[in-house]
């Protein structure tokens, strides 16, 4: 009597044991079917027979490969750290901390001061800025990257749509509502926007010049133009469209009154988008304006005097953080970042410096016979 078992137990080396039937599976078993297997399919890549390549790693190889990575990273770190080096930076710390600071009488300013305290700070710039300069405002200890931070906003509301306008969504607690009124734009980033006011002047012989400051083309395109947009309806009347919101708790004015020009107010003002794609780091700097130059002979900012006068509204003296402004060119890398050029000359250096110990080890103990080798 033949003894059959199940394709389960075959898998497993453990024949049950049950006798065969004629025409049939195993006694008690079902009908005719397909025998099912464990087996992987008979495929290079289910047993595993697919092609391999493993590097031999010889002196003829690894030498030649240290020695060229030194002498491709050394020379870009050092043009790296060259550009950016020639980028013009200055930068002023106006927190006010320091006694003698003459931001100091605003150390303490709230949220709703009114009126905003001023103050006006002089220096002088050593060197001209030739090309176009950038003017950034910086904070330190300024956590944006906290998780609860990040997802304190509405996506949608700030898209423009309308029911998440009079509805937020409840991740933008505890700055969703305000006197039973839904809060545009909702949540904590929107609600602690930087709203401090620089202006700059040029000093000669006791005169200030204004400086133009170009607020428009500050945030990314795809920000302007894709993810912020204002409520669906008559876009010359923000008005009416932002009807039944309320402001956030810490803005001295609604949204719809950021700006005087329609298509740079409201959800679309460039502040305020540049302020809501939060930092990474607690130190930060953010695009406030820009300065073009606008004469090839002549610089943009020229060796001399300046004043920067300030309308101190943003207090960071609660959580003991600091305020900044910083004028800075760009070069084709971006802004001024030694690390870059450090690293690949570090890393280069490391290369190179490997090399030579593994060049002077190979032609030192590479000849000696290896008696050790295994004989065919």
């Given amino acids: 009597m033949a003894v059959n078992y199940s394709a389960k137990e075959e898998a497993d080396g453990h024949p049950s044991g049950g006798v065969g039937v004629p025409g ?8 005719g079917g397909a025998v099912k297997t464990r087996k992987p399919d008979n495929t290079a890549f289910k047993q595993q027979r697919l092609p391999a390549w493993q590097p031999i790693l010889t002196a003829g190889t690894v030498l030649p490969a240290f020695f060229i990575i030194g002498l491709i990273f050394i020379p870009i770190g050092i043009g790296i750290f060259v550009t950016s080096n020639n980028i013009r ?3 002023i710390d106006y927190t006010g901390t320091e006694p003698s600071s003459p ?11 009114t009126p905003p305290c001023t103050c006006t700070i002089n220096f002088t710039l050593e060197h001209s800025f030739e090309s176009n300069v950038f003017m950034y405002y910086g904070l330190s ?6 998780r609860r931070y990040v997802k304190s906003r509405d996506d949608s509301q700030l898209n423009g749509d309308n029911s998440s306008l009079l509805n937020p969504s409840k991740e933008c607690e505890p700055y969703r509502t305000n006197e039973d009124k839904p809060i545009a734009p909702c949540g904590a980033i929107a609600n602690s926007m930087f709203n401090d006011t620089l202006e700059l002047y040029r000093i000669d012989n006791d005169t200030r010049t204004p400086i133009t400051l170009i607020k428009k083309g500050i945030a990314w395109w795809t920000d302007k133009n894709v993810k912020f947009r204002n409520p669906t309806g008559d876009g010359n009347n923000l008005t009416a469209l932002f009807q039944g919101t309320t402001k956030p708790v810490n803005w001295p004015k609604p949204v719809y009154m950021l700006d005087s020009e329609p298509d740079n107010n409201g959800f679309i003002n460039e502040d305020f988008i540049v302020w809501m794609r939060t930092a990474a780091l607690p130190t930060f700097r953010k695009l406030y304006r820009l300065i073009e130059r606008k004469n090839n002979l002549q610089p943009t900012l020229q060796a001399g005097k300046y004043s920067l006068d300030i309308a101190y509204n943003y207090p960071v003296h609660s959580f ?5 402004m910083i004028l800075s060119t760009i070069s084709w890398m971006g802004g001024k970042n030694p690390f870059l050029g450090i690293a690949y000359i570090t890393v280069g250096s490391i290369c190179f410096f490997l090399g030579v110990v593994l060049l002077f080890i190979h032609h030192k103990y590479g000849n000696r016979n290896t008696s050790a080798d295994i004989p065919n």
């Avoid at 200890?141 to 906290?146: E, G, K, S």
């Fill in 320 to 324: 003991d953080g600091r305020k900044r």
């Fill in 89 to 91: 930076e200055y930068e």
């Fill in 103 to 113: 931001c100091n009488k605003c150390l303490n300013v709230s949220w709703d001061s």
């Fill in 24 to 31: 049939g599976g195993a006694a008690g078993g079902g009908g």
């Fill in 141 to 146: 200890n300024f956590y944006q990257n906290h």
